[in-house]
């Protein structure tokens, strides 16, 4: 590997992202990732309609690939429910088949894949477990891990976790959740679902640790506790539910954005912003900062990390900002019975809320062109 040529660290949206819009700008990116198969991270598995517009751009089409159409949200809150259209249609994929695609564009650009596990992070080197991995331009894109080096900080009182389980297709599935994005709230977090290219359900839940300690610690606990309590939700996780496997995620920074970096280092997606996943935007944030990273690359080499780091802060401050608002109300019971009364009186507010908390999508690369 030559010692100019940028390194990517991640081989999720981000760093996906990144390596497509370098090797298309004619740069000769190393992708690296620990897993050499597609897993199917844990994520919603939302694609909002500014996630399908990126992904477009890139070549890479979800509905082709099978993905689930969704044109509405549908709130459940306190016993209460309401629909509301979104603003543009989105859709439901899972991650596996998102970063099999992803991966394949991105090799087929002129990126080069390799894998190793990075244990650490130095100015100028990644420390694998295979070896070590000199670059002067160091893209980390590692997402919801840290690394040592670059870790971000995490303070809270009551962190917030994820959970996240897979219901097999089934009719009485397909019926209930067709053409929807539903989120089911709940004291302290939520339940998202949506169906997948394959038809099985994903289940996503974000909430606080406190929650969760209430149940016992036990996702299945908690999951029977809130089907007891919600019928719309018990309804959907159906009888065969704790059969599956319940996968989790903890001490997820929302709300945290890299304000700064140094000279060599471009931090992106979730390295680069957290917004609550409620808002179904991290995809597409990862997708913005890759793009923007690389295109700043292009353009100023190296050096160009901390212009785009400052840039990509301001970018995103809009849409975690307004994120952590929808999040705040959503975990209060009482407003989480206004947001699903204006859900159904009032939808253009969930409209706007849906529409402020989408990040700008990056212009299309005008000149592909190379530091000398
Ligand atoms: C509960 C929950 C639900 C969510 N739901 C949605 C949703 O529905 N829609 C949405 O848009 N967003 C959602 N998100 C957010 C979304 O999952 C992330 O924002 C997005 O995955 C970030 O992409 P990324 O490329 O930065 O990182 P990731 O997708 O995490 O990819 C990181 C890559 O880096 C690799 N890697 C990690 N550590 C190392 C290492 N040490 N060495 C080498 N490789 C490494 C991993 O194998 C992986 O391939 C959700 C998040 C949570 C927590």
């Known amino acids: 590997m030559r010692q100019q040529d940028p390194l990517i660290l991640g081989a999720g949206p981000a760093g996906c992202a990144a390596a497509i819009v370098l090797a298309r700008g004619g740069a000769q990116p190393l992708l690296l990732d620990r897993a050499q198969t597609v897993g199917d991270p844990l994520c919603g598995g939302f694609l909002s309609w500014r996630t399908v517009e990126q ?132 004291a302290r977090g939520y ?76 931090r992106l997606g979730d390295q680069a912003a957290v917004i609550p996943s409620l808002a179904g935007e991290g995809i597409s944030i990862a997708l913005a900062s890759g793009h923007m990273a690389a295109a700043h690359w292009l353009d100023h080499g190296p050096e160009g990390a901390p212009l785009y780091q400052q840039a990509f802060a301001r970018k995103a401050r809009r849409p975690v900002a307004v994120a952590r608002l929808a999040r705040t109300l959503a975990e209060s019971p009482r407003a989480a019975t206004l947001a699903a009364l204006a859900a159904r009186y009032a939808p253009q507010a969930i409209h706007a809320l849906a529409s402020l908390s989408r990040i700008a999508a990056p212009p299309p690369l005008a000149q592909p062109a190379r530091p000398a």
Do not use: M
């Open 55 to 186: 992904l477009r751009a890139l070549d890479v089409d979800p509905l082709a690939l099978g993905a689930h159409p969704v044109t509405q949200l549908r709130l459940f809150a306190a016993g209460r429910e309401a629909t509301a259209p979104l603003p543009h249609p989105a859709c439901g994929l899972s991650r596996h088949a998102l970063d099999t695609a992803l991966r394949q564009v991105a090799q087929a650009a002129g990126a080069r894949l390799v894998f190793d596990h990075i244990t650490a992070i130095e100015p100028g080197v990644a420390h694998g477990k295979a070896q070590d991995w000199p670059s002067e331009s160091l893209f980390l894109a590692s997402g919801k891990h840290d690394i040592r080096g670059t870790a971000r900080p995490r303070h809270s009182d009551d962190p917030a976790l994820g959970l996240r389980l897979r219901l097999p297709a089934t009719t009485k599935r397909r019926d209930l959740l067709t053409d929807a994005i539903e989120l089911h709230l709940f």
């Open 191 to 266: 339940a998202g679902i949506v169906l997948q290219e394959d038809g099985t359900a994903n289940v996503c839940l974000a909430l606080r640790k406190s929650a969760l300690a209430e149940a016992g610690g036990s996702p299945q606990a908690l999951l029977a506790r809130l089907a007891a309590q919600e019928p719309a939700l018990s309804h959907r996780l159906g009888d065969d539910w704790n059969t599956a496997r319940v996968e989790s995620i903890g001490a997820v920074p929302y709300g945290w954005i890299a304000r700064d970096t140094a000279p060599g280092l471009f």
